[in-house]
């Protein structure tokens, strides 16, 4: 029984990182663990990173398992598993807290849980106009999405999968070689094992692929028996209709500042500049005179002071801020 102490002989635990994991967040979720076996478990997680890790994403696992329908709980349920049958009954056996619901991860079904309730379960996430929000998928994935973003994310046949319909993201990618990590999108599919990278979809077929850290390939749907392209730390490229462009080095920082509240502009074009403000200001604002539209702009701002935006272009720029009584701006020739 779950309720009962055990004794330190019958602390085995699997020899699966993954599997051993998800037996020692059983016993502490049933409250069956003495204080020496406690300090057995911390000792287990400080002994590899990874058994850390993998502890953390069982933990996830069970914070997220409300999410599940009741008739996926059934199905696996009804499921043979090599070792013993899986216990489970229904949707509100696992939204119990305490020891009944841990004594069936305790009999087993913790690996289940973790290595088969997100395959095929879809995960959908998504900001609105100005927002940004940090997400942590299952396995440990950190995920910055930024302001106007929309994707699903899924595991498929051991594969880790996000469809990245529009927006801005900043993967941390947790590193796990058994189950690598794609970024799906309509101009082509990023692959990872582990590794800080940014996505953006500025049209569906317009992508570009920054990387921070690690290693990613990129391959265009335009032209998928192409070889991909291999991007490193600080290289980034574009997908496009045309297929992946030529890699270069970028500051991924500065791509990146959003997640800081920021953006830094380079000596672009004003029609860019408002397009990329216009994404996160609450009033829109557009050029009445063409003749802006080329006019180069540097500086870093902030991209939740509009104010602070338009007071500072007259400084630089030969132009004029006006509003409408809606509150929208224009921008004429000075």
Request: hydrophobic share 45%.
């Amino acid at each position: 029984m779950a309720s009962q102490r055990m004794t330190d002989s019958q602390l085995t635990p699997p020899k699966d990182p993954r599997e051993a994991a998800a037996w020692w967040f059983a016993r502490e979720c049933a409250g069956t663990l003495t204080a020496a076996q406690q300090a057995a478990l911390q000792a287990w997680r400080e002994a590899n990173p990874v058994h850390d890790q993998e502890y953390r994403a069982v933990a996830r696992v069970w914070q997220w398992a409300d999410a599940v329908p009741a008739s996926q709980l059934r199905a696996l349920a009804q499921a043979p598993d090599t070792g013993s049958r899986r216990l489970l009954s229904s949707r509100r056996t696992f939204a119990m807290a305490g020891g009944a619901a841990c004594t069936i991860l305790a009999l087993g079904a913790g690996a289940l849980l973790y290595n088969n309730w997100y395959d095929g379960k879809k995960i959908e996430l998504a900001t609105a106009h100005g927002e940004r929000r940090t997400e942590t998928l299952p396995d440990g994935t950190r995920l910055d999405l930024n302001t106007n973003t929309s994707l699903t994310y899924r595991v498929r046949n051991g594969k880790r999968v996000v469809e990245l319909v529009h927006g801005d993201v900043m993967f941390d990618v947790v590193h796990d070689r058994q189950h690598p990590f794609y970024v799906i999108t309509a101009a082509g599919t990023i692959k990872v094992i582990g590794t800080r990278f940014n996505v953006r979809v500025q049209e569906p077929l317009d992508v570009r692929v920054a990387v921070e850290s690690g290693v990613v390939s990129v391959r265009a749907e335009a032209t998928p028996t192409a070889r991909s392209v291999r991007l490193t730390a600080a290289m980034a490229a574009r997908i496009t209709e045309a297929g992946v462009g030529p890699p270069a080095q970028v500051d991924v920082s500065e791509l990146t500042a959003w997640r800081t509240g920021k953006v830094v502009f380079r000596n672009q074009p004003l029609v860019s500049v408002v397009n990329e403000m216009n994404r996160y200001l609450p009033v829109s604002i557009s050029i009445a005179d063409p003749g802006l539209e080329r006019l180069p702009v540097a500086g870093v701002f902030n991209v939740d002071d509009g104010r602070a935006f338009l007071e500072a272009l007259p400084k630089s720029l030969p132009l004029r801020v006006v509003r409408s009584e809606r509150g929208d701006v224009r921008l004429f020739m000075r």
